[in-house]
C-alpha cells in the first residue's frame, strides 16, 4: 500500500519517483483523476532530468479547448512498482498524477479523514 496526505490546500498528493537520461527526482504529485495522462511534471523540473523526446499528443481541457503537446518518455516508481511511462509537462508549479498511471491499482481518498492510500486492485476474472 502506498500512502499519500494532504497539503495545505486540501489537495490530495502522493510520492512519485522519476528517472531520466541525466538525473532522477522524487515529488509529491497531485493526484488528478481528470486527467487521463499519466503524469504532468512541471518544465523546471523536468528539464534537469534529460527526459527522452517521445512524440506529440492531443488533449481536450475541461474548458473543451484542444491542445497539442510533445510529450517525453520516462521510468517511472509508484510504491514499489516501476515501468516507463509517457509523460507531459506543464508551466504550472505543480505535477499532476493521472488516471493512467493508476490503472491496476484502487485509488481511496477520504477527504473527512484526509487520507489518501493506493493499493494494487484484485481483479476478478469470474463471469
Avoid: H, W
Amino acid at each position: 500500500m502506498i500512502r499519500g496526505y494532504f497539503d495545505d490546500v486540501g489537495q490530495p498528493r502522493i510520492a512519485v519517483s522519476i528517472f531520466g537520461n541525466r538525473g532522477e527526482a522524487t515529488i509529491d504529485a497531485v493526484i488528478d483523476t481528470g486527467f487521463n495522462g499519466s503524469l504532468c511534471l512541471p518544465l523546471p523540473l523536468a528539464i534537469p532530468l534529460g527526459l527522452e523526446l517521445y512524440g506529440r499528443i492531443n488533449y481536450e481541457l475541461a474548458d473543451g479547448t484542444i491542445k497539442r503537446e510533445l510529450t517525453f518518455e520516462a521510468t517511472i516508481r509508484l510504491g514499489e512498482a516501476v515501468d516507463r511511462a509517457e509523460l507531459s509537462l506543464t508551466e504550472s508549479e505543480d505535477a499532476l498524477l493521472g488516471s493512467e498511471l493508476l490503472d491496476g491499482y484502487v485509488l481511496e481518498i477520504d477527504y473527512g479523514n484526509r487520507t489518501v492510500e493506493i493499493r494494487e486492485s484484485v481483479v476478478n476474472n469470474e463471469t
